[in-house]
């Protein structure tokens, strides 16, 4: 069979023939139709990620640890963590049958793989109980989470939402997503801390944040009040680090701020993940809430790869032979 074939760890997928895999005991083969490729699959190809070892026992191996595919019977699945060497992005791949759910019906597979994009924004409900008509502050916007964090804060109702990035034209885009104010943080130091000062108005109450480093200490500098006062409280939290992994906080902006920390796993467990992706697969199906994505077949997997061009848009790699873009309206 064809599929992503890794050599060596900080390498390129290549695509090329591999052993078809055969199902043990408790195994199932599994015909792949979609798979989103993602920061974490990168990660796990280059070694950076802390599971890596985990799930890269071997070499050559395949990348991509979940995916849509169908069983011997067509029965369309979702599947996760296929017995290494055996990874998503191939033309089949084994796994057990105990990591096997039933797909969303009504849904495109290409958009079902980027559902759990949207989840991770959901956290603004899950983890910081996010209230209709509170302000909402997400940091890193225009990557895939952050576009559909947007959608999801919408969608669950925030009053009024604030975004940050780097790109100014991306950042224009969240505005017709339902951003209200945007916020570039390439500028200095005091520029960003004026910046997060004059968008809140009010100020935040939530804050979804998927940068870190020195944007958030520029935020908690800002969130810092000036006088001995009642600060208002912001519940922050921490979902990503693509600006950095660590940040020095100084005392007085847990003393003096009003901020809670807290990570996107908060009160998450197995009926608040359900509820959040039963949310998440309604909204889809129904169109109130659309994916961007770029498709590509398996056999461009190699450039595909490389691509830095997507701006936002996920990178879904299917089984079709053509490339389609489509922003889950199809």
Known sequence: MKAAVL????????YEDF??????DGEVVVEVKAVAV??????MATGTHFASKQFLTQLPAIPGFDGIGTL?????????RPRPPYGALAERTVVAKSNIVPAPE????????????AVTGFAVRTAAELAPGETVLIQGATGVAGRLAVKVARLLGAGRI????????????LRTLGADTVINTAVSDEALVRAYTDAAVGGYDVVLDFLWGRPTEMLLRALTPEKLKMAKPTRLVQAGESAGPALTIAAQSLRMSGVEICGVGKNLDATSMADAYNQVVEW??????TFDLERVPLSQIEAAWQRTDLRGRRLVVTSSSEPKCATGED
Do not use: M, W, Y
């Open 7 to 14: 050599h060596e760890i900080g390498g390129i997928p290549r």
């Open 19 to 24: 052993p078809e895999p055969v199902a043990g």
């Open 38 to 43: 993602e920061n974490v699959d990168k990660a």
């Open 72 to 80: 011997p019977d067509g029965t369309l699945v979702g599947f996760g």
């Open 106 to 117: 009504g849904v495109d597979p290409a958009v079902a793989v980027a559902l759990s994009s």
């Open 162 to 173: 604030v975004c940050t990035g780097r790109d100014d034209v991306a950042l224009q885009e």
């Open 284 to 289: 889809a199906r129904d169109g109130s809430l």
